[in-house]
């Protein structure tokens, strides 16, 4: 499985951004799908998950006012609508794949290489 992340940039505060990801290959092995971030010099932390026809979703606390995590599993994507922007949602945007419906932390088995989102002050 190969996951390609899209739609990071430079928006200024107050902004909205939409990041999608695309899954290929054994896509049929997927099931829940995740969005994770890392600012510079911090660890990663999660943003968001999704079950497999959207049975759940969880956003992290920090964000549940602002972002929505969605799919589209006829295009085997998963998105990251991200309203509000803050200089503090700066980081890179990772998606994740599982086999799992459910994967609690950040134990996914499938990761792509991450989208630059900067946020503007």
């Known amino acids: 499985v190969q996951l390609q992340a899209s739609g990071g940039g430079l928006v200024e505060t107050g902004g909205s951004l939409r990041l999608s990801c695309a899954a290929s290959?054994?896509?049929?092995?997927?099931?829940?799908m995740g969005w994770f971030r890392q600012a510079p010099g911090k660890e990663r932390e999660f943003v968001a998950t999704i079950g497999s026809n959207a049975e759940y979703t969880h956003v992290a606390d920090s964000v549940e006012d602002r972002f929505t995590i969605s799919r589209e599993n006829a295009k085997n994507t998963v998105y990251l609508q991200m309203d509000n922007l803050k200089p503090e949602d700066t980081a890179v945007y990772f998606c994740?794949?599982?086999?799992?419906?459910?994967?609690?932390?950040?134990?996914?088995?499938?990761w792509g290489q991450g989208t630059q989102v900067t946020v503007s002050s």
């Open positions: 994740a794949a599982d086999r799992a419906d459910y994967v609690s932390g950040d134990e996914y088995d499938y």
């Open positions: 290959g054994r896509t049929y092995a997927i099931f829940a």
